[in-house]
């Protein structure tokens, strides 16, 4: 993911250094963009004296590397986390407390809330284009090679936040989360979780790092229809209560270039023009702090149910 930053960023004209403990790799990135490599922020960031500056390191660093920067640097306007923004909803709140303090614009890269296959499906819940949501159900499947898994944590989140804060757009309230799980060395690589709020509306993801292939699907069954998202086609699908089971049902298809570019380069160029345009505005990215620290809380969640296996309690709180 670093790669892919500052690739665009450099695209954007907005790229003044890569630090990367392999000084190998700032070398090689660095070159690739005619930037300047260094062997660790600290030393990015006092040379260049950046507004923003990228985490795209192992999961397990983030909140770490978050909070140094907001402590350390007084001219830091921006800080972009990649997903998720910490391993734990406490190092999560500690990097929170921080950021709000010093009025520092964070944004955490859940980059399928910028997917605009995503956005238009949640207008269309929000415009009653299918009735009230009764079930939605995730499919997010890909396969992650076991040496890489423990610098991505466990597939909670790793992939979940993704999935959980679309949830946490479409529906809120108190809820009860059941997950199970299995393992790969001891880390969460694949899981099933289904949440039921109060409300009756039920979310069921499927989340796997041992998938031959890759799916991103959703399917949102309302009281007057449905929607199904292809998110890496960007296509969905309107079907209507009132239709015969045979009709193909009404089919919007963004104008995009497509399936590897859409999911793997524009919502993270989305993701990063939204971060470049608070920077300079001071406004709250489309995934604010608290968005992720929503998320975090789903997947602390997952955990313990998926360990314990008992169902939880959670409440997700009306977004503003």
Do not use: W
């Not at 936040?161 to 679309?166: L, N």
């Not at 393992?183 to 790092?209: A, P, Y």
């Not at 991103?216 to 086609?233: E, N, P, T």
């Amino acid at each position: 993911m670093g790669r892919i930053h500052a690739r665009i960023l450099s695209d954007l004209g907005a790229l003044v250094g890569v630090a990367d403990t392999d000084h190998a790799t700032a070398q090689q990135v660095a070159k690739e963009h005619n930037t300047i490599p260094f062997n660790d922020f600290e030393s990015m960031i006092d040379e260049t004296k950046p507004d923003g500056v990228v985490i795209a390191t192992p999961t397990s660093t983030h909140a770490n590397i978050a909070r140094t920067i907001a402590t350390k640097y007084e001219d830091i306007k921006g800080i972009l986390i990649e997903k998720p923004l910490a391993s734990t909803l406490e190092d999560g709140k500690k990097v929170a407390e921080i950021v709000k303090k010093r009025g520092i614009v964070t944004l955490v890269s859940h980059s399928e809330i910028y997917n605009p296959i995503v956005g238009r499906a949640l207008s269309l819940i929000k415009t009653d284009a299918i009735g009230s949501p009764q079930t939605v159900i995730y499919d997010r499947r890909g396969f992650v090679q076991p040496e890489r898994i423990p610098s991505l944590g466990d597939v909670f989140e790793d992939l979940g936040v993704h999935d959980f804060d679309i949830m946490a757009r479409i529906s809120n309230g108190p809820a009860k989360l059941y997950a199970q799980s299995d393992t790969v060395g001891g880390i969460h690589n694949s899981g099933e979780i289904m949440v039921k709020f109060v409300s009756g509306t039920k979310h069921i993801f499927h989340l796997s790092r041992q998938y031959a292939g890759r799916r991103r699907y959703m399917d949102v069954s309302g009281s007057k229809g449905a929607l199904v998202l292809d998110l890496f086609g960007q296509i969905i699908k309107v079907q209507h209560l009132d239709q015969a089971p045979v009709a193909k049902g009404d089919t919007i298809q963004l104008p995009e270039r497509g399936a590897t570019i859409k999911v793997y380069g524009e919502p993270v160029r989305e993701v990063l023009n939204d971060f470049l345009r608070c920077i300079k505005t001071g406004e709250t990215p489309r995934v604010s702090i608290d968005d992720a620290l929503c998320a975090l809380e789903i997947v602390e969640a997952s955990r313990k149910s998926a360990e314990s296996g008992d169902v939880v309690d959670i409440e997700i709180k009306p977004r503003r």
